[in-house]
Nanobody
């Protein structure tokens, strides 16, 4: 089982990016999926999360600008980022507790991280 993130890159302030994170492998169930970010010299922080039923939560700093969504048929979570600011520059990581087929408990998985740079 692994999480594969993609979609990062360089964007100008005010621009948009869409991140994707797909879970693959022998998966029975996926719990709440989330996006975190870590800027240089700072701790990793939660950006947004979404349950299997579609309930969402956001960090105050991204409310109204970022939208998290998921496609349960594809085991994929997305992060649409609009009105990007230089302070959004960070490595973005996806995260999810996953129950593998045949397993008895969920394990927490992290994607490899994708760099988002907001700069003119």
């Amino acid at each position: 089982v692994q999480l594969q993130a993609s979609g990062g890159g360089l964007v100008q302030p005010g621009g948009s990016l869409r991140l994707s994170c797909a879970a693959s492998g022998s998966i029975f169930s996926i719990g709440r999926m989330g996006w975190y970010r870590q800027a240089p010299g700072k701790q990793r922080e939660l950006v947004a999360g979404i349950t299997g039923g579609g309930s969402t939560n956001y960090a105050d700093s991204v409310k109204g600008r970022f939208t998290i969504s998921r496609d349960n048929t594809k085991n994929t979570v997305y992060l649409q980022m609009n009105s990007l600011k230089p302070e959004d520059t960070a490595v973005y990581y996806c995260n999810a507790p996953i129950l593998r087929s045949g397993a008895l408990e969920y394990f927490n998985y992290w994607g490899q991280g994708t760099l988002v740079t907001v700069s003119s």
